[in-house]
């Protein structure tokens, strides 16, 4: 059983987890080379748990003490308790689900190991919003996709903002990170996967004419939004495809675009 313990000290060491929340840059740095992500929310907390992922810390308001009581019995990691003028102070925003979790890292897979037991993968280039980090994860958790490839400058998908739009998807789907770029593609190649450059380019073949659910190992690339996928990048796919569009537009937000390509990948598969 934890122990529960009352904060009335924004500079109490021991909330040093929780500290300047909003501070992306800082939170970049300090996560990863900490061992350390936050899981904000009742739901997300309790999916991070249910995937293994080891507790440090719990932050409540003093009235999300009862509705997380089963996780507090079960967990020995502290909790502690402040009101929510303090857990501003020191996260730096109104904390509304009332409930933090500093959650500790696992070590990333190798991409190969990913490679061995997917059929239906995710590639992304240089996607380093958060919130389409977060959104493109709940997506290829929703429609099936096995597995997510990033590219070394991809945003984290443990950043507190991924975790939360995604509501804890991005514990759902396996990732890794690439060494190189585009040159870690060459193990995707060998895994025998046919790479799709996602694009609204004219001169791509529209995604249901390229069908593929019809192929036994697909990996769908996606590029950062505005910019979509550098011409190295596809270069290195064997065709580019498009989403075809009506009503003169031109292009999807990434997420949205995401979630469409997922479904054409992954049609006709039966779902777990």
């Known amino acids: 059983m ?37 899981a904000e929310g009742e739901k997300v907390i309790r999916r991070a748990r249910q995937a293994g992922y080891a507790m440090r810390s719990m932050l409540l308001s003093a009235k999300w003490v009862d509705a997380m009581r089963d996780v507090i019995d079960e967990d020995p990691a502290p909790v502690y308790v402040v009101d929510p003028e303090l857990a501003e102070r020191v996260t730096g925003y109104h904390v509304h689900r009332g409930a933090l979790a500093s959650m500790r890292r696992e070590p990333l ?57 995604s509501m804890g998807a991005v514990f759902s789907v396996p990732y890794a990170r690439l060494g190189t770029w585009p040159h870690g593609l060459e193990a995707v190649r060998e895994a ?58 031109d292009s999807l937000n990434v997420g949205a675009a995401a979630a469409v390509a997922f479904y054409a990948v992954t049609a006709g598969r039966p779902q777990p």
């Open 2 to 38: 934890a122990e529960i313990i009352t904060i009335d000290d924004p500079g109490d060491p021991r909330l040093h987890d929780y500290t300047g929340l909003t501070d992306v840059e800082l939170r970049r740095r300090r996560e990863p080379a900490e061992g350390l992500f936050i």
């Open 109 to 165: 897979p190798e991409a190969p190991q990913l490679l061995a037991a997917a059929r239906r993968v995710v590639v992304m280039e240089s996607v380093n919003d958060h919130t389409n980090i977060g959104a493109i994860f709940r997506s290829a958790a929703a429609l099936g996709m096995d597995a997510v490839l990033l590219s070394p400058d991809c945003a984290d998908p443990l950043y507190r903002r991924s975790v939360k739009v």
């Open 192 to 249: 025998g996967f046919r790479l799709l450059a996602l694009t609204p380019g004219e001169g791509a073949t529209p995604i249901d004419e390229a069908a593929p659910h019809r192929l036994d190992r697909v990996a769908l690339m996606l590029g950062a939004e505005g910019d979509g996928l550098t011409e190295r990048a596809m270069r290195a796919a064997h065709e580019r495809v498009r989403i075809p569009m009506a009503h003169g537009v």
